[in-house]
């Protein structure tokens, strides 16, 4: 089992739905959860970050992490066509060993159909 | 700031031969990376280095060293390329230390795309 497992779609939905992306991760020690959004052929750009379980809002962007189902979200609102891109998940124990390392999953490709 | 620069942005190369791809920030950053990218396998971490003269092997470091020997450069190379190290690879770079990891501000390059032949 991978340690990180992220589908990798691709996803298509209308412009102004709600996307929802998801990871799952197998190692307890991730304390650290991320997302970046990749745009074709550009270097990821975080998107955003969370510690530990709990939600976090920015704009249309809503993490989610739930440590004790080792499940982490993503949700996108009023979905605009200049969201399409392939969202990655990221984590890291954030401390001790491999805490200098992130651990990614495959990346979700989306498109946002005007 | 350029933040984080990457070159060459694409390079041909012949199996067996050697290479350095460049990386360069100027945010002052003390931990950098380097990963490669490949298609159904995500980011994989080659090289990482937490401070001018301190390094580490991610999780395929084979075929590939590095050197810091400046706060701004993390340099990557390749000693004999092989058809394997096909790839697109990315350099990041953060400033968070060891007390809380690099979890918030790893910036990326825009990559370099290597075939080699």
């Known amino acids: 089992q991978k340690e990180v497992e992220q589908d990798p779609g691709p996803l298509s939905v209308p412009e102004g739905a709600i996307v929802s992306l998801n990871c799952t991760y197998s190692n307890s020690a991730f304390q650290y959860f991320m997302w970046y959004r990749q745009y074709s052929r550009k270097g990821p750009e975080l998107l955003m970050y969370t510690y530990s379980s709990g939600n976090k809002e920015d704009g249309r962007f809503t993490a989610q992490v739930d440590k004790s189902s080792k499940y982490i979200s993503l949700f996108i609102r009023d979905s605009q066509p200049s969201d399409s891109a392939t969202y990655l998940c990221?984590?890291?124990?954030?401390?001790?060993?491999?805490?200098?390392?992130?651990?990614f999953g495959k990346g979700t490709k989306l498109s946002v159909i005007p | 700031n350029a933040g984080v620069t990457q070159t060459p942005k694409f390079q041909v190369l012949k199996t067996g031969q050697s290479m350095t791809l460049q990386c360069a920030q100027d945010?002052?950053?003390?931990?950098m990376s380097w990963y490669r990218q490949d298609p159904g396998m995500g980011l994989r971490l080659i090289h990482y280095?937490?401070?001018?003269?301190?390094?580490d092997q991610g999780e395929v470091p084979n075929g590939y060293n590095v050197s810091r020997s400046t706060t701004e450069d993390f340099p990557l190379r390749l000693l004999s390329a092989a058809p394997s190290q096909t790839s697109v690879y990315f350099c990041a770079s953060s400033y968070s230390r060891a007390a809380r990891g690099i979890q918030e501000t790893q910036y990326f390059g825009p990559g370099t795309r290597l075939l080699v032949l």
């Open positions: 945010m002052n950053h003390e931990y």
């Open positions: 990221a984590m890291t124990p954030g401390r001790g060993a491999g805490s200098y390392q992130l651990t």
């Open positions: 280095s937490v401070g001018a003269g301190i390094t």
